[in-house]
């Protein structure tokens, strides 16, 4: 699938970010010496979609609010968080139902320019507004809000409740830390234990009771061009990093992760909890001794040193393939590796 706007995805990291990713570079066969600093904007403003963008009104004008009168037709779509798996997702949808409008809200106006010329109709109240959208999914993560469970809300009611309402969570909250297995319907750590794994099980619950249905992903990874991002990157960049080599952990590509969200709001299920991983759990040592053996990166990452920290668990989502139709365009980081 082509990452059709992508490059313009590497604004969400901020200056920090990207003087840490700045000095990996990828060796690569057909691209000079890719750097992980963000390439420029290489944004398709031709599809049919963006012409229309521009019919409507976009975001902040007071007025949205006093006239719901955009026409919203049966297969268009909110996505409150367009980040990187949003945008692959609308991609998606858009290949899946071409003519849909597609609309975003998002935490600040940094991305509105970039979001409209791939006709992605950003605002940052469309969940404010009087407007009922027939398919919501929210994949903003809990970091840039103060009050994630507040927008959670307003996006689950602005949902018509005819097509489908998907939260996209994090694994996270299973409570397993000695590496063992996990699946969908494994116990969850109890509210109270930690803040970062409450608000996402508070999250879910709005979300499920509103007859919504919740997506928990294990870690995205991607790459594109000069863009970059997942834990590998990040490890690769400090060198040495002060965790347990042994403990396990899971990844989906965000590719993947984009057609599971899809599949399963085609689907519309009601209230159901589903699981993205690619079924090939790796420890971190793992991960990089195949960033390292892969020879596609300038970096060489040297080790673990932690001793004492949790471990992880080995995620199984076959019973998610099972009921959604779905299966991973890579199967293990070991695949994707292949591919750059
Ligand atoms: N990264 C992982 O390994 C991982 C693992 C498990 C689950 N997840 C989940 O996967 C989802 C997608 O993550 P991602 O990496 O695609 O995110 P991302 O690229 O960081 O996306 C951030 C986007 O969300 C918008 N946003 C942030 N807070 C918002 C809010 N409260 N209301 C509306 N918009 C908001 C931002 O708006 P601006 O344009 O204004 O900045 C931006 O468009 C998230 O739900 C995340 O929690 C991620």
Redesign the pocket.
């Known amino acids: 699938m082509p990452l059709m706007g992508l490059g313009s ?1 590497a604004v ?1 990291f901020n200056s920090t970010q990207l003087l840490h990713t700045r000095t990996v570079t990828l060796h690569h066969h057909h691209h000079h010496s890719l750097s992980l600093f963000p390439p420029p904007l290489t944004l398709n403003t031709t599809t049919p979609s963006s012409s229309m963008a521009t019919h409507f009104q976009l975001s902040e004008t007071p007025q949205l609010q006093s006239s719901p009168s955009i026409p919203i037709s049966p297969h268009d779509l909110l996505i ?7 945008r692959l997702v609308a991609q998606i949808w858009r290949q899946e139902y071409p003519g849909c409008q597609v609309y ?8 509105h320019e970039e979001l409209s010329k791939i006709g992605i109709n950003p605002s940052l109240k469309w969940t404010k507004a009087s407007l009922k959208f027939p398919y919501v999914i ?5 970091y ?2 103060s009050d ?1 469970l507040g ?1 959670l809300r307003l996006a689950a009611s602005c949902w018509n409740c005819e097509g489908s309402l998907l ?6 909250p299973y409570d397993c830390n000695d590496n063992g297995l996990c699946d969908e319907d494994s116990p969850v750590v109890p509210i109270g234990r930690s803040p970062r794994t409450d608000v996402l099980l508070k999250a879910e619950k709005i979300v499920l009771e509103f007859g919504g249905s919740v997506l ?6 991607i790459s594109f061009l000069e863009f970059y ?3 590998h990157v990040y490890w690769l960049e400090k060198g040495i990093v002060e965790s347990r080599p042994d403990h396990i952990l899971n990844l989906i590509h ?1 590719e993947d ?1 984009a057609s599971l969200a899809v599949a399963i709001l085609k689907k519309q299920f009601r209230g159901r909890i589903f699981l993205g991983c690619d079924n090939h759990p790796l420890s971190r040592q793992e991960v990089m001794d195949l960033v390292n053996k892969s020879g596609k990166f300038s970096k060489k990452f040297e080790n673990f040193t932690g001793t004492d920290d949790p471990l992880g668990k080995r995620l199984n989502n076959s019973r998610t393939r099972q009921e959604v139709g779905w299966e991973p365009k890579y199967p293990s980081f070991a695949h994707f590796l292949e591919t750059i």
């Open positions: 995805l969400h409150v968080g367009p980040g990187i798996l949003g975003s809200q998002t935490a600040t106006t940094n991305h929210f994949c903003a993560p809990p840039q809000s994630y927008d939260f996209t969570s994090s694994s996270a928990r992903l294990s870690g995205l990874y991002k997942g834990a965000y992760a």
